[in-house]
């Protein structure tokens, strides 16, 4: 498996206000994903960061909403924009390592958006 | 729509028995199959994963998958307290798409 960080892990924010999330891994890994998980739900995914390409969104997610980047193979980041109540939520990035099929997730950002 | 389901619960079982988790998909041509197991306000830990019909054990966990009736489940044997968690069955469908859609969750207590 692989070290996953992301910051920052909670944060309470105002609406209309926005919050970068960022998620880094300790070796390189081929794919990396964002998902969300409302409140006593299961995990939707948002989108697939490629790297050096826009990322690939879901249906239902737009790149206005959620822009995410990833500059290296290690490191990627979702923005959160123009935050409402309806985006409190835990943000999960995940990988899957080079060579595997297998995706890890990382601790995650607790969002509340007063 | 490509769907995962399972079974909701709440799960109870005492403490040394069996727990049986189930989960159906839609998707006949998925190849990849996962089961996360979640304790409350962490994030999803990867305890089985399997590719091809039939069991796969890994110590007190073992994943079985049925291809043709679209089925997979986890049997969780000697379980214990500490297996108190939501399961989390999740599924690649295939294809150039590497994502996973992920079912609901099974909520399990294990009685002590």
């Known amino acids: 498996s692989a070290v996953i960080s992301q910051k920052p892990s909670r944060d309470i924010c105002q609406r209309g206000t926005s919050l970068t999330i960022q998620c880094q891994v300790d070796?390189?890994?081929?794919?990396m994903f964002w998902y969300r998980q409302q409140p006593g739900q299961s995990l939707t995914l948002i989108a697939t960061?490629?790297?050096?390409?826009?990322?690939?969104?879901e249906s239902g997610f737009v790149i206005d909403k959620f822009p995410i980047s990833r500059p290296n193979l290690t490191f990627s980041t979702l923005t959160v924009s123009n935050m409402s109540p309806e985006d409190s939520s835990i943000y999960l990035c995940?990988?899957?390592?080079?060579?595997?099929?297998?995706?890890?997730f990382g601790p995650g950002t607790r969002l509340l958006v007063l | 729509q490509k769907e995962v389901e399972q079974n909701s619960g709440p799960l109870s079982v005492p403490e040394g028995a069996i727990a049986s988790l189930n989960c159906t998909y839609s998707?006949?041509?998925?190849?990849?199959f996962f089961w996360y197991r979640q304790y409350s306000g962490k994030s999803p830990e990867l305890i089985m994963f399997?590719?091809?019909?039939g069991d796969k054990e890994d110590g007190r966990f073992t994943a079985q998958l049925n291809k043709a009736s679209q089925y997979v489940s986890l049997l969780i044997r000697d379980s214990q307290p500490s297996d108190s968690a939501t399961y989390l069955c999740?599924?690649?469908?295939?294809?150039?798409?590497?994502?996973?859609?992920f079912g609901s969750g099974t909520q399990l207590t294990v009685l002590p």
């Open positions: 070796s390189q890994v081929t794919m």
């Open positions: 960061a490629n790297q050096g390409s826009e990322a690939t969104y």
């Open positions: 399997i590719y091809s019909n």
């Open positions: 995940s990988v899957e390592l080079a060579g595997g099929g297998t995706q890890y």
């Open positions: 999740a599924v690649n469908m295939g294809g150039s798409a590497r994502q996973l859609t």
């Open positions: 998707d006949r041509g998925s190849q990849s």
